[in-house]
């Protein structure tokens, strides 16, 4: 039987950190995988997730099982957190899933459970993990444009053109902030075209909002997701706790569904639980209850949010250092989309030969769509990146 298995294609992403680690070069640099690192280079574990692990371990009595939906109190203040005052918030239903790429694919499965000839359109670029996700669970995969490389912004009129084609057959995969790779995000008058298209043509959008507080804010990034789940009548959400709590290695993600009424929403986390039990049965607890520790304490949610918050400023004046280093050495403006974008990424538009000459000539890792991750770099090496860009950009 094994046999007959060819060898794997290597993920572009994880492969990078294989290599990165084989590079004995001193100045080597990691910008291809998605992780915040502090100004000493290493990704640290907030002050508020070590107080709320410690109280974990000082109360919890047992490591039984948890149940199919996982942790039920993290599973309500996830929801309370992404939609507590839209009108989505009384018919939505939310089951705990390993990471938001368990959200995704249990949500792929539930829609081609549902209706197997829905087309799912995901951006152009879009996260990696999208579209082998969507096809894995039997789904059509469309691309519907976004990035423009010239600009180096969101193409709204191109966007908008195309998502007025999805009908009642198709999902609209929309990422709720901070856009991976790219770091271009939707500005609120096409979330709002966006949300008049879905409720004119149809199409039930699907928002994975993996980096909310590392744009502008917690409650800033989540704003077209809240208008979609205050206007539309079926909406999905795949959601990640890996980046804002720094919870990479829990898996700690959810699955919300929001339905015409209670009763759907129930429905469908009732066969998404018996997608679960076919796959995984129930996703880890410790990061869920992490999670719910902190965010059931006045205290640690208030530390938690300072925290968010001095990580978003630090990418931003990051994002704005690098800007400011191009600036000086080119003596012009092509570089300023990067104080632009928002949260971890940005695409530079270079072309694939560009990004291994960054590779091999200065030991600079990153993914060869241009893709870097800006919240990977360090203060201390803004001037070396710079110099490296505009030596492989001549």
């Given amino acids: 039987m094994l046999d007959l298995l060819s060898p794997a294609q290597q993920d572009p992403i994880l492969s990078l950190s294989i290599a990165f680690r084989g590079d004995t070069r001193a100045d080597k640099m990691d910008l291809g995988i998605g992780v915040y690192k502090d100004s000493q280079g290493n990704t640290p574990i907030m002050q508020a997730v070590k107080t709320a692990q410690q109280q974990l371990a000082d109360s919890q009595t047992t490591k039984s099982y948890v149940g199919l939906a996982g942790n039920e109190t993290f599973n309500q203040v996830m929801t309370d957190l992404l939609l507590k005052g839209t009108d989505g918030y009384s018919r939505c239903a939310t089951v705990q899933t390993p990471g938001a790429s368990g959200a995704l694919r249990m949500l792929g499965d539930l829609m081609y459970l549902a209706k197997p000839v829905t087309t799912v359109w995901i951006t152009d670029p879009s996260y990696v993990n999208h579209k082998p996700v969507m096809e894995a669970a039997g ?6 444009p976004y990035f423009d490389a010239v600009t180096k912004q ?3 009129e191109a966007m908008l053109e195309a998502l007025s084609a999805a009908g009642p057959d198709d999902v609209v995969l929309l990422h709720g902030c901070c ?6 995000d939707i500005r609120a008058e096409h979330w709002q075209a966006i949300n008049e298209l879905a409720q004119k043509n149809g199409f039930t959008p699907f928002v994975d909002i993996a980096y909310q507080g590392f744009g502008e804010g917690l409650e800033e990034d989540g704003y077209g997701l809240r ?16 980046k804002n709590f720094g919870l990479y290695r829990e898996r700690t993600g959810a699955a919300i569904v929001i339905g015409k009424n209670a009763k ?7 066969r998404i639980l018996q997608l679960a039990r076919s796959t995984y049965t129930m996703p880890p607890d410790h990061g869920a209850a992490i999670v719910e520790t902190i965010l059931t304490s006045d205290v640690l949610t208030k530390k938690w949010r300072e925290e968010l918050d001095s990580m978003r400023n630090r990418i931003v004046s990051l994002r704005e250092g690098l800007s400011a280093a191009l600036a000086t050495r080119t003596g012009d403006n092509r570089f300023d989309f990067i104080k632009e974008h928002k949260g971890m990424f940005s695409m530079l538009a270079m072309s694939p030969d560009q990004m291994i000459q960054l ?3 200065f030991g600079i890792y990153a993914v060869g769509d241009s893709r870097i991750n800006v ?3 360090t203060e201390s090496r803004i001037d070396y990146l710079a110099d490296a860009l505009v030596a492989v950009s001549k």
């Fill in 227 to 242: 208008l979609l789940a205050d206007s539309v009548e079926e909406m999905l959400i795949a959601t990640s706790c890996s």
């Fill in 264 to 270: 759907e929403a129930t429905n469908a986390k009732g």
């Fill in 139 to 144: 789904l059509h995969v469309k691309f519907y």
């Fill in 359 to 361: 590779r091999e000539d």
């Fill in 375 to 377: 919240a990977g770099l």
């Fill in 179 to 184: 856009h991976n790779p790219t770091g271009a």
């Fill in 154 to 156: 969101v193409n709204p």
